[in-house]
């Protein structure tokens, strides 16, 4: 593999494999977080771009007589089923995926910077043009994740605060179940239900 063009076609499909991923990812993720709507909603979005840009992808491996490699296609799947489980039924779940999101985001930029110039330097002027405007898809998607990174850190820990205060709230209920007390001259441990627990 020595000429530039044959270069380009391998990281083509190296690229198609990631939007695999990026499809598989982002439809998981925009589906389960039903407790951020904006986050969901922007990840939805990006899903319709990515089947665009696969597509595109597509387009460019048959101009220049090659297609898809399903083996990379089905490692890429892969990898998408092992970090949906990874983030999968935690608490801070929307957190997890906006990082994990943006890691991959960040990946796809570094891809197309790469694709934009080999197709550079294999004088593939169409191929170059619409690295670009991938690039700049996937960059304009990597700064919104950063930038709701904070805010979704404050909604996160604003629920789970609230979620902290429900459960004091409830314990102090009048008639709320209260622990069974034991003899204050009891040698006896308590089972391990009972232990108390150290505070700090
Ligand atoms: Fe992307």
Not at 40 to 50: D, F, I, P, S, Y
């Amino acid at each position: 593999m020595s000429h530039p063009r044959d270069h380009l076609v391998c990281w083509l499909r190296d690229a198609h494999a990631m939007e695999r991923q990026s499809e598989q990812m982002l439809r998981a993720q925009a589906t389960r977080l039903e407790r951020d709507p904006k986050l969901a909603g922007a990840l939805g979005e990006h899903l319709e771009q990515t089947l665009a840009q696969r597509e595109l992808l597509e387009e460019c491996l048959r101009r220049l007589d090659a297609e898809p490699s399903a083996l990379k296609d089905a490692a890429g799947r892969l990898d998408a089923g092992a970090q949906s489980l990874a983030t999968l039924a935690v608490a801070d779940e929307p957190v997890k995926a906006a990082i994990a999101c943006l890691a991959f985001e960040q990946m796809e930029v570094a891809t197309y910077t790469v694709l934009f110039a080999a197709a550079h330097q294999a004088g593939d002027i169409q191929c170059q043009r619409m690295f670009d405007r991938l690039l700049h898809e996937e960059q304009a998607m990597a700064d919104w994740l950063r930038g709701s990174l904070p805010g979704l850190v404050q909604a996160y820990l604003a629920r789970d605060a609230a979620a902290d205060r429900g459960v004091t709230a409830q314990s102090m209920a009048p008639g709320a179940a209260q622990p069974p007390r034991r003899p204050a001259d009891s040698s006896t441990p308590p089972p391990d239900g009972e232990r108390p627990r150290p505070h700090g």
